[in-house]
DNA sequence: TATTGTTATACTCTATAACTATA
DNA sequence: TATAGTTATAGAGTATAACAATA
């Protein structure tokens, strides 16, 4: 708090390379990894007109049938009020259709359209080749090690904090 | 497109566990393990009164000086009126103060106070001992596989981007 | 003219509340 | 009374534009 500083050393020219500080922090590297992923995940989906989050739903469709709004959005972990708008983007590019559940009227199953399931094919044909563009600067080892590490981390671990 | 459907087998009850076609996504997984560890970082240093955000200013204040607001920006890779309010909460906690350049009047020096540079320490174990119990449930060799591959994806590919 | 700090604005994402129709 | 779908609203976070002071 006195006023006696170093007479102002130079300060290195301003440039986005973190300072050692952060680069060994884990928040600063997952956060930015998943922000870089994000975009090229965005990117490779582009020209098929969909995002991460419909690629998700289509996905889930496919695996499953029949889904409510609800379950689906059980499955991907989001609200069923965000789910909404999800299937109406969806259903307007004739991807998937709503329909009535019969055993219980309150339901809207929905479905894969034949639109739906080819560009799910294309789809998951663009982000596998994009996630191997992602993975390819680290060997073999170490990529498997890192998917492994966070399935770990984010399955195994959720039964434990239920 | 045909009426014909299989006459509506189960639906699995309704679970938090995503499905088999999500758990294998690389986007997925990084998302959720980047949440994971936000809430844990949260949690940690919320005893202390700060963000992670918050923690990464002090950091990087630590790590060189003298750093003006627009540089402290420049390593964190945050706009320069984000870090407006992010200096404001901090001067509010009195833990940094801003300072006019005297070789440039434009500037605002920002610097840790004591107090600054106690709750820097604090925050540094707590977050320590966070990451050490966030990567726990990882045999030794796979934790740090994870850090060095997220670090050549962040790091690293920087480079090649720009 | 360009840069720094600042404010105001807008835009995205998400969470909450409330309404309806069904059960 | 509870659940499914829907809408509206509010909040956090972030990006953009503009302005004053200074270079």
Chains 1, 2 share one sequence.
Do not use: W
Request: with cysteine; hydrophobic share 45%.
């Amino acid at each position: 708090m006195t006023g006696e500083r170093p007479p102002v050393p130079p300060v290195p020219p301003a440039r986005h390379v973190p300072p050692v500080p952060l680069e060994s922090r884990l928040g600063y590297l997952l956060k930015h990894a998943q922000q870089r992923l994000a975009r090229a995940s965005a990117a490779a989906l582009a020209p098929l007109g969909i995002d991460g989050h419909e690629l998700a739903v289509l996905a889930v469709l496919a695996a499953e049938y029949p889904l409510s709004q609800v379950e689906v959005a059980g499955r991907l972990g989001v609200d069923r009020t965000t789910m909404v708008a999800l299937v109406d983007g969806l259903e307007d590019q004739g991807l998937v259709e709503r329909r009535r559940s019969p055993a219980d009227r309150r339901k809207n199953i929905v479905e894969l359209t034949p639109e739906g399931r080819d560009c799910l094919d294309r789809a998951e044909r663009a982000r596998l080749a994009m996630e191997r563009r992602f993975l390819d600067p680290l060997d073999e080892e170490t990529a498997a090690a890192l998917v492994r590490a966070l399935r770990i981390l984010v399955v195994e671990e959720r039964r434990i904090a239920e």
